[in-house]
């Protein structure tokens, strides 16, 4: 089993449903507050984050995870092509963090991609509506953007921290007993 598990394949394609399966549980709470232009973003903020760093501290790798993003952007661009964009830039965005980072320590670049990945999925989704005209704030609305923003940071830091704490010490608890 464990070897099935850590096929790139079999990653990348679970990869795909849990991020699947994220997006879809945070759309109906964001669902109750239609005013606030992609809500589910930062809903899904610390999941995602979460989600990446127990990945990539577990000895994933950046190119599935943004293979999974990528095959997320596919389907979601069949039914809008501002979702479908706005995970192409995430899965863009996390390439380009990762080669900025590719000199920090294994662990802490874990961590930090993840934090960045899961914080993504907000700014992107207010680009792209931007950027396609889907979406144009109004001056009031900019005070709650920027709220949305940083909780979208702290909600993510949080995700990727508390998974891959949880992560390590899953490992050094294995380690322990098979010694």
Not at 26 to 35: I, L, S
Not at 89 to 111: G, N
Not at 117 to 141: I, K, Q, T
Request: hydrophobic letters at 60%; glycine letters at 6%; proline letters at 5%.
């Amino acid at each position: 089993m464990k070897q099935f598990l850590s096929n790139p394949i079999v990653r990348t394609a679970g990869l795909f449903v849990a991020l699947f399966a994220i997006g879809f549980a945070t759309r109906m709470p964001a669902w109750q507050f239609p005013h606030i232009y992609a809500l589910h973003g930062v809903l899904a903020a610390p999941f995602c984050a979460a989600l990446a760093a127990w990945h990539l501290v577990r000895g994933g790798s950046v190119v599935q995870l943004v293979a999974a993003t990528a095959l997320l952007a596919v389907v979601l661009g069949m039914m809008s092509p501002a979702m479908g964009l706005s995970f192409v830039l995430v899965a863009a965005l996390t390439l380009a963090v990762r080669a900025c980072l590719r000199s920090v320590p294994a662990a802490m670049r874990s961590v930090a991609v993840a934090a960045v990945f899961g914080a993504l999925d907000y700014p992107c989704a207010l680009a792209v509506g931007l950027a396609l005209g889907s979406y144009g704030p109004s001056a009031e609305a900019l005070p709650m953007i920027a709220l949305l923003l940083a909780l979208s940071v702290a909600l993510s830091l949080f995700g990727a921290f508390v998974a891959a704490s949880l992560a390590d010490r899953r490992s050094a608890k294995c380690s322990n007993s098979s010694s």
